[in-house]
């Protein structure tokens, strides 16, 4: 018990300051903000219509579009043999209710194949429903995911690595309610099964590879309750303006739904996104601050459930890191961001980035950390929903690595 309450001690002494930063939600989201639309901005969809010579119609503002899309198919890596692999990022947004009022409602669907046994059906969903009177959080699964590990805590050897190969299905599914502006607390419901769970050395075991019991061979379920708290003052996660946003998440996994064994987790997220233009709030000039906190409170949780690097709900943290690379009971992720337009127009922009991580396994938590930096370029692809095209180069200690996405890291 003294345990979790110093956990839950260490949290509030992090995030509690930040949170206090954020000052009044009426003070966050200017009402430029709320009111200016994108003619003037440029994306590749104008760039397109010009050079295919669509007759000019009339300019209509942004209200008047229900729907935004946008698609984009690359190539890119996956962990383990034949690592190469076509991936596709498909990104829709709509408005459910007046764009004053109800924020952009978003789906992410993100596939890929390496045209042989590995694949992933990722599918992410935020719905706002009119008024922001309720939102529903998704989070759906299907891998065939070989992925490096390391074993537990900071002070693992880059070079002592085992490919660990299984199959994974993630079902997540959350509904808050509004309870004042800005605030929203709910409950959900979380699976995780991973199938198949192996070393692709056959002399290796996994078991005595991490020095962990539990979730190391064969397959782990786990089936839990989650209590959900949410402040959210953005008004587009895709692409935020300035804004804040704080996500706490408590886990219980009882054996009665199914759990192999009961455990229990701890989720915190804070983010703070500062303007250092407010004049022009259309113009990227914002220097962003992303920080989680994410632990478990007992010896049961499953190996690949315990918290891991890049292994946050969005799959965004640890750039410029291998994902997984660090495992441990606790985690603790700090990154800072500046994002700037490089035209007026917003169709150019470049970002620098930043970020360091700890674990506790092998060791305690904050006793050694682990760095990550990089940069990279932004094109408007869609400027009605804001989403970009980022193209990120990082690196960290024996590490480098170019990721292409659509949206922002966070």
Same mark, same amino acid.
């Given at each position: ?21 954020? #000052?009044?939600?009426? +003070? ?27 007759? $000019? #119609? ?29 991936? &596709? *990022? ?23 194949? %390496? ?16 008024? %922001? &009177? ?20 900071? %002070? ?7 490919? =660990? ?9 959350? =509904? ?22 192996? *070393?692709?050395? #056959?002399?290796?075991?996994?078991? #005595? ?13 786990? $089936?839990?309750?989650?209590? /959900? ?9 895709? /692409? ?74 969005? %799959? ?24 700037? @337009? ?13 970020? =360091?991580? *700890?674990? +506790?396994?092998?060791?305690? !938590?904050?006793? $050694? ?22 193209? @990120? ?10 990721? !292409? ?6």
């Amino acid at each position: 018990m003294l345990k979790v309450f110093a956990r839950l001690t260490l949290s509030l002494f992090f995030f509690l300051p930040i949170a206090v930063f954020a #000052q009044t939600a009426s +003070s966050i989201i200017p009402d430029s903000v709320k009111k200016q639309d994108t003619i003037h901005q440029r994306d590749l969809i104008d760039i397109a219509k010009s050079l295919v010579r669509i007759p $000019s #119609q009339k300019m209509k503002t942004e209200k008047d579009k229900k729907l935004y899309f946008s698609f984009l198919p690359f190539g890119g890596n996956v962990p383990g043999g034949n690592g190469r692999a076509l991936i &596709t *990022s498909t990104t829709a947004g709509t408005y459910l209710g007046s764009r004053e009022t109800t924020y952009e409602s978003t789906a992410n669907f993100a596939p890929y194949w %390496n045209l042989g046994s590995r694949f992933g059906l990722p599918l992410h969903t935020s719905v706002w429903l009119p008024g %922001n &009177t309720y939102t529903v959080q998704g989070d759906i699964r299907f891998l065939r995911y070989p992925q490096y590990t390391w074993g537990l805590g900071n %002070n693992t050897d880059d070079d002592h690595r085992t490919l =660990v190969d299984y199959n994974y299905v993630r079902f997540y599914q959350s =509904v808050l309610k509004r309870i004042r502006p800005y605030l929203f607390a709910g409950v959900g419901y979380d699976l995780d099964f991973h199938s198949g769970i192996h *070393s692709d050395e #056959q002399s290796t075991d996994l078991k #005595q590879f991490t020095g962990y019991n539990n979730g190391t061979a064969g397959s782990s379920f786990s $089936s839990g309750i989650t209590f /959900n708290l949410l402040y959210d003052t953005r008004n587009n996660a895709v /692409n935020p303006l300035p804004g804040a946003y704080t996500n706490i998440i408590y886990r219980v996994n009882p054996t009665f739904l199914g759990s192999n064994n009961y455990w229990t987790s701890l989720y915190v997220d804070v983010r703070k996104y500062v303007p250092l233009n407010p004049a022009k709030p259309l113009q990227q000039n914002t220097i962003a601050f992303w920080s989680y906190f994410w632990t478990t409170f007992n010896g049961n949780v499953p190996y690949l459930d315990l918290p891991s690097i890049g292994w946050d709900p969005n %799959n965004r943290s640890g750039r410029g890191m291998d994902q997984n690379r660090y495992k441990g009971r606790s985690l603790f992720y700090f990154e800072t961001e500046y994002r700037r @337009d490089i035209t007026e127009n917003g169709l150019l922009g470049f970002v620098v980035f930043t970020s =360091v991580n *700890s674990v +506790s396994g092998s060791g305690s !938590l904050f006793t $050694s950390w682990h760095p990550a930096a990089g940069t990279g370029l932004r094109v408007k692809f869609n400027k009605g929903s804001g989403t970009n095209i980022g193209i @990120d180069y990082g690196f960290s200690k024996g590490y480098n690595a170019i990721s !292409l996405n659509l949206g922002e890291a966070f």
